[in-house]
């Protein structure tokens, strides 16, 4: 395990959901100026939605009220396409997947502020969107910078993120979205933390956690940046790493199913002090660092970062404040699809 600077929790980072909402109105025909700069950047995250065979990714106001909803959109492989500006409830910093067992987006947890204004709450509720729109059909203990993932079964797996006192320790539990709400499924693992990432190896029936950050010891004592690696079995968690990547947080992680390997790519060692631009993958059994050759994306913190199934490419989008900008991996390189509109 790293240590590193102060960290403390931040308010800008991640929510995602589905665009389901396709098979009832179709995308925008254009790239268009006003929903390229609607997307909030470090307010997004998306997955892949096998129902409409595409990336998507949510997003909103970069300071969500109560009864704002946010933006859906979904990726051609040039352009990002606007589907509704009525998705889920407006927030950031939470966590979204797609359940595959059900065929539905979820999304859960974050922060958002009071309609009139003021400071943020740490919200539990969870929502599902069907034909009908988005429906409330749970709630979890109030938490934010959660990680959400689809397990061997297609459900939607949730572990960690950050309480709503923010003092630590922060949550280490694990929890399975069932059709009658969250049944906590494990209490032992990963030491609790903030901001790491998972992805499902469906070629070995694991889900693969790495890095993070935990909860400051105490008032100016330093974090842990975790370099640590778990394996998820359905049952419970085993660790299978110490060593590999830098320990590191705000990182994007996806399972690229053509070549059968875990992809990690950037990420924080510190405080946004220690930028990280390196890209490694995993084979089941060790990370090897993936020499990186030609133009990257560069530093990014918590990117959108996705496997594009019916394409076979992993979509980055943004991960840095006012940068819209779209990547594509193809198991050999990185290309810049769509810039920044000018």
Same mark, same amino acid.
């Not at 300071?63 to 927030?91: C, Y």
């Not at 006192?165 to 906590?184: F, H, I, M, N, V």
């Not at 419970?236 to 992680?253: D, I, L, N, T, V």
């Given at each position: 395990?790293?240590?590193?600077?102060?960290?403390?929790?931040?308010?800008?980072?991640?929510?995602?959901?589905?665009?389901?909402?396709?098979?009832?109105?179709?995308?925008?025909?254009?790239?268009?100026?006003?929903?390229?700069? @609607?997307?909030?950047?470090?307010?997004?995250?998306?997955?892949?939605?096998?129902?409409?065979?595409?990336?998507?990714?949510? #997003?909103?106001?970069?300071?969500?009220?109560? #009864?704002?909803?946010?933006?859906?959109?979904?990726?051609?492989?040039?352009?990002?396409?606007?589907?509704?500006?009525?998705?889920?409830?407006?927030?950031?910093?939470?966590?979204?997947?797609?359940?595959?067992?059900?065929?539905?987006?979820?999304?859960?947890?974050?922060?958002?502020?009071?309609?009139?204004? /003021?400071?943020?709450?740490?919200?539990?509720?969870?929502?599902?969107?069907?034909?009908? #729109?988005?429906?409330?059909?749970? @709630?979890?203990?109030?938490?934010?910078?959660?990680?959400?993932?689809?397990?061997?079964?297609?459900?939607?797996?949730?572990?960690? #993120?950050?309480?709503? /006192?923010?003092?630590?320790?922060?949550?280490?539990?694990?929890?399975?979205?069932?059709?009658?709400?969250?049944?906590?499924?494990?209490?032992?693992?990963?030491?609790?933390?903030? $901001? !790491?990432?998972?992805?499902? @190896?469906?070629?070995?029936?694991?889900?693969?956690?790495?890095?993070?950050?935990?909860?400051?010891?105490?008032?100016?004592? =330093?974090?842990?940046?975790?370099?640590? !690696?778990?394996?998820?079995?359905?049952?419970?968690?085993?660790?299978?790493?110490?060593?590999? =990547?830098? /320990?590191?947080?705000?990182? /994007?992680?996806?399972?690229?199913?053509?070549?059968?390997?875990?992809?990690?790519?950037?990420?924080?060692?510190?405080?946004?002090?220690? =930028?990280?631009?390196?890209?490694?993958?995993?084979?089941?059994?060790?990370?090897?660092?993936?020499?990186?050759?030609? =133009?990257?994306?560069?530093?990014?913190?918590?990117?959108?970062?996705?496997?594009?199934?019916? $394409?076979?490419?992993?979509?980055?989008?943004?991960?840095?404040?006012?940068?819209?900008?779209?990547?594509?991996?193809?198991?050999?390189?990185?290309?810049?699809?769509?810039?920044?509109?000018?």
């Amino acid at each position: 395990m790293k240590r590193g600077v102060i960290l403390w929790p931040l308010v800008g980072g991640v929510i995602a959901a589905s665009a389901a909402l396709a098979a009832r109105q179709a995308p925008s025909s254009d790239w268009t100026r006003s929903s390229a700069e @609607d997307l909030r950047t470090h307010h997004a995250v998306g997955y892949y939605d096998a129902r409409i065979k595409r990336v998507v990714l949510v #997003g909103g106001e970069a300071e969500p009220k109560e #009864g704002a909803r946010d933006k859906v959109w979904s990726w051609s492989g040039t352009r990002w396409e606007l589907i509704t500006a009525a998705g889920p409830p407006g927030r950031v910093n939470g966590a979204a997947a797609y359940d595959a067992r059900r065929g539905t987006a979820v999304v859960s947890g974050g922060v958002r502020k009071p309609a009139d204004g /003021g400071a943020y709450a740490v919200v539990g509720d969870t929502w599902e969107e069907d034909q009908s #729109g988005w429906h409330r059909v749970a @709630d979890i203990t109030p938490r934010d910078h959660q990680s959400f993932v689809q397990n061997s079964a297609g459900n939607v797996l949730m572990y960690g #993120g950050i309480g709503a /006192g923010r003092s630590g320790p922060w949550p280490s539990d694990t929890w399975l979205l069932e059709k009658d709400g969250w049944r906590r499924v494990a209490t032992e693992g990963p030491a609790g933390r903030g $901001r !790491t990432a998972m992805a499902y @190896d469906s070629k070995r029936g694991r889900v693969v956690l790495f890095g993070g950050a935990s909860a400051p010891p105490g008032p100016n004592e =330093p974090q842990t940046f975790f370099g640590d !690696t778990w394996l998820w079995d359905g049952e419970r968690w085993q660790k299978a790493a110490e060593s590999g =990547p830098p /320990g590191r947080y705000a990182h /994007g992680m996806v399972f690229d199913e053509r070549a059968g390997v875990v992809l990690l790519y950037s990420g924080a060692a510190a405080h946004r002090n220690a =930028p990280l631009s390196d890209m490694w993958q995993w084979d089941g059994e060790r990370w090897t660092e993936i020499r990186l050759t030609g =133009p990257t994306p560069g530093y990014r913190y918590q990117p959108v970062m996705v496997y594009d199934r019916a $394409r076979a490419r992993t979509v980055l989008y943004g991960g840095m404040a006012e940068a819209n900008d779209t990547w594509e991996w193809d198991g050999r390189g990185w290309q810049q699809i769509a810039p920044r509109p000018r």
